[in-house]
């Protein structure tokens, strides 16, 4: 006899630090029934719908992180009048000093929280201090809301944007629930006007919002969490324990859960954005097909690309000039080569500076085959930019290692695309050279993410030499019988990735109306499927050698 | 058209739906839609957890029988921190002559004592004896690394030594045996047929310490040319086990090639000339059955050779490799005669077996302990009290249920995802226990003086 636990009930609408709101929670669904239920009967009245809204997003964020609701509050209030007081501010002087409070506020905060105990390891490193870390713990999607602060801000004072008049409005802008936690990074210019909107979706705006939701919790609790808890988990621990090849195929694996969990993840907010009514820009368009590393940074994270692009890489210089912080950042750069090649990996300085000038070269290549001085400085923003872009993802090491590798690759690709432009014009189209180009550039994409994901720098040294070392094909036959579910959903996340991202909106308008009992249906298959994967038996991981 | 009711349509139904289907499930009971049950948190059902756990059936053989001794106590086995001998009397220590041996060494007496560690995977890079070395010698004085074996399937992992060897190596051990060779307490034995290795001992913290390297090696039938560090030397080796001094100075590498594929060798040494040393044998993947499979007056030559004072002997995380077994008595039974035999082979010894430390199962979405750890921990101190041996509870010292789940997700993490292995500083931690209950019963013996 089932017997209703009233205090447990309770307890449910409290923030709970072990069990922060996502949307896979059960209180998930209770939350945006009521939330549907209210927004559709408040429909027309713009007012109470958008403060309906905001109460919805702040009570979402406060189950999803506590007290850190206030942050967000907090800066709302503070970049909402610093963005007033820009806009009717004409004496430029005073304008960029507020701008420069903007920055400093916002950046400051991300700073403190992100990225203090980083600094204090540094220091106690550098100067063989004995600082105690903080106990800060990091508020959840501060670095997304930052930068929407930011680049509000900004393109208020660029003249790009007039600021939001009401406080809710800007409110909402900034806790929006559905990309509050995992982004994406949306644009006050893109989603302001549609606030206040009345609210309309068709019937393709209702199906394609419907196949985002259920295909982006499909990418993330079934793909994702399942090869996460099967595989990938067992082998980054502790790498060393496994053989190359399970080494390799943890990087596959960890290939597509983060991009599952990620895109996953976009979806379910692009999704429930479409249904209420707002469009965002896509967020990632099948990344892994991309032929070359610059283009899949046009696939990859798009609002992320995209915002360090307006906001640092242009900023920075772009592709036609150096500034200040173009040197001092490439100095930093150049400088970090040398002190961890020598201190890290231990190479004699006369090594250490070989590489060193050897990666110098790569930046000066492009302007040195184009004959103009313009390309030096357009290389090292790109690569600022990298670096940057790649701190952002987390205080480590590792995410500045991933960041400067991929800045790297996109100096080569720029100096390949130089020297066999016009030679390969003729073969760069064909199927073969395409299929060559992809899974280059595929295999490079995942030999960075190794460093993304291991615990520290030597744990993706021992990965990589596992794979070049002790590689051990011929414990495949053991590792299959072992393996195989985590091998056949790996399969599945690799065909759902190689259909085109057009084949889904195509399907979907071939429709001209679903009835509503097929939508229930699919979505308790989807339930299903859920619930299976979330009880399956566990894949234990085996020793292939001793 | 506008289309914004289906939206609300679609919502209120499929949750509504989704609602009376979860309370379905709460009074019919379906398994699989118990971890996506919307109202689990707040509504208890009166069957069990929802998950079925069936007990391993086909094991039907009877539970060790331990005869009742009137001054013993077999519930010790349940405490953290503390060594039993299942005495009742815990005044004395429950490792009394290595607890003598201690104070021997602690009263400035030039001795060696030395530990041999035995164990699976948890104890592979050198996990827990290195925290359990460094205290050791810290506290009674010693330096070297103990036993290395000449090759290992991780040797990066090992932060204690520098391990490099050639790719030659023939190894026979206790998976694959091919040529029925003794194998060392290690579970290998190598054949080198112009092979080397090279292993520099990273623990030597004072540089004034005179280090022995020595090569452990079996029989040789002729006196055989061996390179050290680039010269060459001959050595004899009579006995089915040999223990060769090869050089005694303050140089914490050496480099061994050999060259004669009859001779079989087992690995190197570093040892002070007194103190403590913590040799580790680990293996992945064992349960400590295989030490039945080494031959009696082998192990006695080793013993003769190579002397232990204390043998640690730390299994079990391997029996648990289905979620749901309850039953461990088959592994009482082939396990007791290798306990015996270890036990025989080394009279000078103190056994301190140690229950395995937590290991975790996903069940139904959760990870939780295995549902069998209680039954085989029991089974394990039934095994020490049955033979007089000394009883380490990792798993309560480590914290009891569930306490490798806490380690995992703890910040810095103490425990691998896997939810078996504890990482290395989980391991300093285990050590840390382990060296503070062995001082602890060490210390009984002061007072009793």
């Given at each position: ?6 205090p447990?009930f309770?307890?449910?609408?409290v923030?709970?630090q ?6 896979n ?6 939350f ?5 239920a ?49 806009y ?6 005073k ?7 903007s ?38 999607g ?19 944007l ?8 800007y ?7 559905p990309?509050?936690?995992?982004g ?11 606030i ?65 969990d ?20 896509v ?67 006369i ?5 060193t ?8 290549l492009?302007?040195?085959i ?19 872009g790649?701190?952002?993802h987390?205080?480590s ?27 390969f ?9 395409n299929a ?32 070049a ?8 036959s ?23 991202d057009?084949?889904?909106?195509k ?40 | 058209?506008?289309?914004n ?14 609602l009376?289907?979860?309370?379905a ?26 998950v ?14 331990i ?6 106590n077999?519930?010790?086995?349940k ?29 400035g ?16 890079g050198?996990l827990i ?7 050791m ?8 690394v ?10 990066g ?41 090279r292993v ?84 992945r ?9 080494i ?10 050779n190579n ?6 002997f ?21 396990v ?5 035999k ?19 199962f ?8 295995a ?46 995802k ?7 500083r ?14 602890n ?9």
């Amino acid at each position: 006899m089932p017997t209703f636990d009233l205090p447990a009930f309770l307890q449910e609408f409290v923030y709970d630090q072990h069990n922060p709101l996502l949307f896979n929670n059960g209180f998930f669904v209770f939350f945006f029934a009521a939330f549907i239920a209210l927004y559709y009967a408040f429909r027309n009245n713009i007012k109470t719908r958008r403060y309906i809204f905001c109460a919805f997003s702040l009570y979402f964020f406060y189950k999803a992180s506590g007290e850190f609701v206030a942050l967000v509050i907090i800066s709302a209030v503070v970049d909402f009048f610093l963005s007033n007081a820009i806009y009717r501010q004409t004496n430029k002087g005073k304008r960029t000093f507020l701008l420069i409070l903007s920055i400093i506020f916002n950046l400051g905060m991300l700073f403190y929280f992100k990225y203090t105990n980083f600094f204090i390891a540094i220091s106690n490193e550098m100067f063989h201090a004995s600082f105690n870390p903080l106990n800060i713990l990091l508020p959840v999607g501060i670095s997304f809301y930052t930068f929407e602060n930011l680049s509000y801000t900004i393109d208020v004072y660029r003249d790009e944007l007039k600021p939001a008049t009401k406080f809710s409005d800007y409110l909402l802008f900034l806790s929006f629930f559905p990309k509050l936690v995992m982004g994406p990074i949306v644009r006050a210019h893109d989603f302001l006007p549609q606030i206040n909107e009345p609210y309309k979706i068709t019937e393709t705006d209702f199906a394609k919002g419907f196949f985002l939701i259920i295909s982006g919790m499909f990418k993330k609790l079934v793909i994702s969490d399942y090869l996460t808890l099967n595989y990938v988990n067992y082998i980054f621990d502790d790498p060393g324990r496994y053989t190359g090849l399970e080494n390799l195929f943890a990087v596959y694996c960890y290939a597509a859960v983060i991009y599952c969990d990620f895109s996953g993840y976009s979806d379910v907010a692009l999704g429930i954005a479409r249904w209420l009514g707002f469009k965002i820009p896509v967020n990632f368009l099948s990344p892994y097909q991309s032929k070359n590393i610059t283009e899949f940074w046009r696939r990859w994270h798009i609002s992320l690309s995209s915002w360090l692009k307006d906001y640092l890489y242009i900023p920075l210089g772009g592709n036609r000039k150096g500034t200040v912080a173009t040197y001092f950042f490439a100095l930093l750069f150049f400088g970090g080569v040398f002190f961890s090649c020598s201190y890290l990996f231990n190479f004699s300085y006369i090594i250490s500076a070989s590489i060193t000038a050897g990666l110098l070269l790569l930046f000066v290549l492009p302007a040195m085959i184009k004959k103009g001085k313009g390309g030096i400085p357009a290389g090292l923003n790109l690569l600022t930019t990298m670096l940057l872009g790649g701190f952002w993802h987390g205080a480590s090491w590792n995410f500045i290692i991933w960041g400067a590798l991929h800045g790297t690759a996109l100096t080569i690709h720029k100096i390949w695309m130089l020297i066999t432009g016009k030679a390969f014009a003729k073969i760069n189209n064909r199927w073969w050279y395409n299929a060559i180009a992809i899974i280059i550039t595929f295999h490079f994409v995942c030999f960075c993410w190794i460093f993304f994901k291991a615990g520290d720098l030597p744990t993706g040294m021992i990965m990589v030499k596992q794979i070049a070392f002790d590689f051990k094909g011929n414990v495949w036959s053991a590792f299959f019988n072992n393996y195989w579910p985590v091998l056949g959903m790996l399969a599945l996340a690799a065909v759902l990735h190689a259909f085109p991202d057009t084949l889904a909106d195509k399907v979907i308008s071939s429709f001209t109306r679903i009835p509503l009992i097929i939508y229930i249906l699919v979505f308790f298959a989807f339930v299903a499927i859920y619930g299976y994967f979330k009880s399956a038996e566990q894949v234990l991981p085996i020793y292939l050698q001793f | 058209m506008n289309s914004n009711f289906r939206v609300r349509n679609f919502v209120l139904i499929s949750v509504t739906l989704y609602l009376l289907l979860s309370f379905a499930a709460s009074w019919v009971g379906f398994p699989w839609l118990k971890r996506v049950n919307l109202i689990a948190n707040v509504v208890h059902t009166t069957d069990s957890s929802g998950v079925d756990i069936v007990a391993a059936n086909g094991d039907t053989s009877a539970p060790l029988q331990i005869e009742k001794i009137a001054s013993k106590n077999l519930e010790l086995y349940k405490l953290p921190k503390f060594i039993t001998n299942f005495n009742s009397d815990t005044s004395r220590p429950a490792l009394f002559s290595f607890a003598q041996k201690l104070h021997d060494l602690k009263s400035g007496k030039k001795r060696k004592i030395r530990i041999g560690y035995f164990g699976d995977s948890m104890i592979e890079g050198d996990l827990i004896t290195q925290m359990l070395r460094r205290l050791m010698q810290g506290e009674f004085g010693g330096n070297g690394v103990g036993f290395v074996p000449i090759s290992s399937p991780n040797p990066g992992a090992r932060a204690t030594i520098i391990h490099t060897f050639s790719n030659g190596w023939e190894d026979e051990n206790f998976k694959v045996n091919t040529t029925k060779d003794n194998l060392y307490l290690s579970g290998h034995t190598f054949r080198g047929a112009d092979d080397w290795v090279r292993v520099k001992d990273q623990t030597v913290k004072d540089s004034n310490a005179i280090i022995e390297k020595s090569l452990l090696c079996g029989r040789a039938d002729h006196s055989v040319e061996i390179n050290v560090d680039g010269r060459s030397v001959t050595i004899n080796a009579p006995d089915v086990f040999n223990r060769i001094p090869l050089v005694n100075d303050h140089a914490t590498a050496i480099k061994v090639a050999i060259a004669d594929e009859s001779f079989p060798v087992y690995g190197l040494t570093f040892e002070s000339g007194s103190g403590i040393f913590v040799d580790n044998f680990s293996f992945r993947g064992i349960t400590g059955v295989e030490y039945n499979k080494i031959d009696s007056n082998f192990l006695k030559t080793i013993a003769a050779n190579n002397p232990y004072d204390l043998i640690v002997f730390q299994y079990g995380v391997n029996l648990m490799f289905r979620p749901n077994d309850k039953n461990f008595n088959w592994y009482a039974k082939i396990v007791l005669p290798a306990i015996h035999k270890l036990k025989n082979a080394f009279p000078n010894a103190d056994f301190l077996m140690t229950s395995t430390a937590d290991r975790a199962f996903n069940y139904g979405g959760e990870y939780k302990s295995a549902v069998g750890i209680d039954t085989l921990i029991k089974v394990q101190a039934e095994l020490a009290y049955q033979t007089g041996a000394g009883f380490y509870n990792h798993f309560e010292t480590m914290g009891g249920h569930d306490a490798i789940v806490r380690w995992a997700s703890a910040t810095p993490s103490l425990a691998n995802k896997d939810y078996v292995h504890p990482n290395a500083r989980g391991a300093d931690i285990l050590a840390g226990y382990l060296f503070e209950a062995i001082m602890n019963d060490y210390k009984k013996l002061n007072k009793k003086k």
